[in-house]
C-alpha cells in the first residue's frame, strides 16, 4: 500500500509540474517573443500553440529515451482521443458548442488526414527518423497556415490578443524574470515527465497493462490538462471557434510535432499501436466532425455522450 501511495503521489506531483511547467513556458516565451517585435497573432498561433503541447512533448520524449516508445505513441494517441472527446464533450456541458463551416470543412478533414498518415507509418509497428523529419515539416506548414488565416480572424485576433496579454503580465519587467521562468518551466516539464512516466508504470505494474495502455490513459490524461482548460475558457467566452479549433490544432501538433520531432530524436517503435488505434484516432475525428456540423452543435446531451464514450473508452483500454 506504501509503494502504491508513493507512486500515486508521483503522478500527481508529475501532472502538477507538467501544468506548472508548461504555463511557465508560454508565459516567458510570449514575454520574449513580444519584446522582440512579434505580434499578439503570431504569438498566439506559434508561441502559445506550440507551447500547451509541450507536456506531450517532454512527457513523450522522456519515455522514448528510457525506452518506454509505447508510452511515447501511446501518449499522442489517448491525448487526441481525449482533445476530441473528452474537451469537446467537457464544453458541451458547459455551454452549447457552435462553430463556423470552416471548422467541419477545414480544420476536421486536415485532422482526418493527419491522424489517416499516423494510422499509415505505425503499419510497419516503427515511425523512423526520416519520417520524424517528413512529420515535423508538416507540422512548418502547418504553423505557417494557420499564421495566414489568424490574421484575417477578427474573432481569433481579439482571442489571441486578450492571452498574450495575460501570459505577458507586467509590460515593464526586466528580462530576468522571464527568463527565470523559462528555465525553470523547462526544468518543470523535464522533472514532471519522468515523475508521471514513472509513476504511471509503477502504479499500473500489477495489471500488466502494455505500455501503450499506459499512455492512452493516465499519461493521456494527465498532458491534456492545459488543453482542457483553454478550450473551456474558450467555449464559456462564446468563442466556439477557438475552443473546437484548439482542440483540432493541438491534435495535429501531437501528431505532426510531438511524434515527429521525438522520432527524430530517437525512432519510436511502435508494437503496442497499430491500425486499430489509427482507426480509433479516424473515427474519433469523424464523429467530432459530424457533431459540430449539426445546427445546434454540441449540447449538453451530445456533451454528456462524449465524456461517457470517453469513459468507455478508458475503461476498455484498462481491460
Same mark, same amino acid.
Given at each position: 500500500? %506504501?509503494?502504491?501511495? =508513493?507512486?500515486?503521489?508521483?503522478?500527481?506531483?508529475?501532472?502538477?509540474?507538467?501544468?506548472?511547467? &508548461?504555463?511557465? =513556458?508560454?508565459?516567458?516565451?510570449?514575454?520574449?517573443?513580444?519584446?522582440?517585435?512579434?505580434?499578439?497573432?503570431?504569438?498566439?498561433?506559434?508561441?502559445?500553440?506550440? &507551447?500547451?503541447?509541450?507536456?506531450?512533448? $517532454?512527457?513523450?520524449?522522456?519515455?522514448?529515451? /528510457?525506452?518506454?516508445? &509505447?508510452?511515447?505513441?501511446?501518449?499522442?494517441?489517448?491525448? +487526441?482521443?481525449?482533445?476530441?472527446?473528452?474537451?469537446?464533450?467537457?464544453?458541451? %456541458?458547459?455551454?452549447?458548442?457552435?462553430?463556423?463551416?470552416?471548422?467541419?470543412?477545414?480544420?476536421?478533414?486536415?485532422?482526418?488526414?493527419?491522424?489517416?498518415?499516423?494510422? @499509415?507509418?505505425?503499419?510497419?509497428?516503427?515511425?523512423?527518423?526520416?519520417?520524424?523529419?517528413?512529420? #515535423?515539416?508538416g507540422l512548418?506548414?502547418?504553423?505557417?497556415? +494557420?499564421?495566414?488565416?489568424?490574421?484575417?480572424?477578427?474573432?481569433?485576433?481579439?482571442?489571441?490578443?486578450?492571452?498574450?496579454?495575460?501570459?505577458?503580465?507586467?509590460?515593464?519587467? *526586466? @528580462?530576468?524574470?522571464?527568463?527565470?521562468?523559462?528555465?525553470?518551466?523547462?526544468?518543470?516539464?523535464?522533472?514532471?515527465?519522468?515523475?508521471?512516466?514513472? !509513476? $504511471?508504470?509503477? #502504479?499500473?505494474? *500489477?495489471?500488466?497493462?502494455?505500455?501503450?495502455?499506459?499512455?492512452v490513459t493516465?499519461?493521456?490524461?494527465?498532458?491534456?490538462? *492545459?488543453?482542457? !482548460?483553454?478550450?473551456?475558457?474558450?467555449?464559456?467566452?462564446?468563442?466556439?471557434?477557438?475552443?473546437?479549433? +484548439?482542440?483540432?490544432?493541438?491534435?495535429?501538433? +501531437?501528431?505532426?510535432?510531438?511524434?515527429?520531432? #521525438?522520432?527524430?530524436?530517437? *525512432?519510436?517503435?511502435?508494437?503496442?499501436? !497499430?491500425?486499430?488505434?489509427?482507426?480509433?484516432l479516424i473515427?474519433?475525428?469523424?464523429?467530432?466532425?459530424?457533431?459540430?456540423?449539426?445546427? /445546434?452543435?454540441?449540447?449538453?446531451?451530445? &456533451?454528456?455522450?462524449?465524456?461517457?464514450?470517453?469513459?468507455?473508452?478508458?475503461?476498455?483500454?484498462?481491460?
Amino acid at each position: 500500500m %506504501l509503494e502504491l501511495s =508513493l507512486s500515486l503521489l508521483l503522478v500527481l506531483i508529475g501532472c502538477a509540474l507538467l501544468y506548472i511547467g &508548461g504555463d511557465m =513556458l508560454v508565459s516567458a516565451s510570449t514575454f520574449i517573443a513580444n519584446r522582440v517585435g512579434m505580434s499578439p497573432i503570431a504569438i498566439g498561433a506559434t508561441v502559445v500553440a506550440i &507551447g500547451t503541447s509541450a507536456p506531450e512533448f $517532454s512527457v513523450s520524449l522522456d519515455a522514448a529515451l /528510457a525506452n518506454h516508445a &509505447g508510452i511515447s505513441v501511446g501518449n499522442v494517441v489517448g491525448s +487526441n482521443v481525449c482533445n476530441i472527446i473528452l474537451v469537446l464533450g467537457l464544453c458541451g %456541458l458547459f455551454q452549447p458548442l457552435r462553430a463556423s463551416a470552416e471548422i467541419y470543412k477545414v480544420d476536421f478533414p486536415i485532422l482526418i488526414l493527419v491522424s489517416a498518415l499516423f494510422a @499509415w507509418m505505425v503499419g510497419d509497428e516503427l515511425i523512423s527518423r526520416t519520417e520524424g523529419i517528413f512529420l #515535423t515539416l508538416g507540422l512548418v506548414l502547418y504553423v505557417v497556415w +494557420n499564421l495566414r488565416r489568424a490574421a484575417g480572424d477578427d474573432q481569433a485576433s481579439e482571442f489571441l490578443t486578450e492571452e498574450v496579454k495575460e501570459a505577458i503580465g507586467e509590460g515593464n519587467q *526586466p @528580462w530576468a524574470k522571464p527568463l527565470i521562468r523559462a528555465v525553470g518551466g523547462v526544468l518543470c516539464l523535464g522533472f514532471g515527465a519522468k515523475f508521471l512516466v514513472d !509513476g $504511471s508504470l509503477q #502504479t499500473l505494474a *500489477p495489471f500488466n497493462l502494455s505500455e501503450a495502455a499506459i499512455g492512452v490513459t493516465v499519461v493521456a490524461l494527465g498532458t491534456s490538462v *492545459p488543453e482542457i !482548460g483553454t478550450s473551456i475558457i474558450a467555449a464559456q467566452k462564446g468563442h466556439g471557434d477557438l475552443a473546437v479549433g +484548439n482542440a483540432i490544432g493541438s491534435s495535429v501538433f +501531437n501528431i505532426l510535432g510531438v511524434l515527429g520531432a #521525438t522520432a527524430i530524436v530517437t *525512432p519510436l517503435t511502435a508494437t503496442d499501436v !497499430g491500425l486499430m488505434d489509427g482507426a480509433i484516432l479516424i473515427a474519433t475525428s469523424c464523429v467530432g466532425l459530424v457533431l459540430i456540423a449539426r445546427p /445546434a452543435g454540441i449540447g449538453r446531451l451530445q &456533451g454528456v455522450i462524449l465524456v461517457g464514450t470517453y469513459s468507455l473508452y478508458l475503461i476498455s483500454a484498462l481491460l
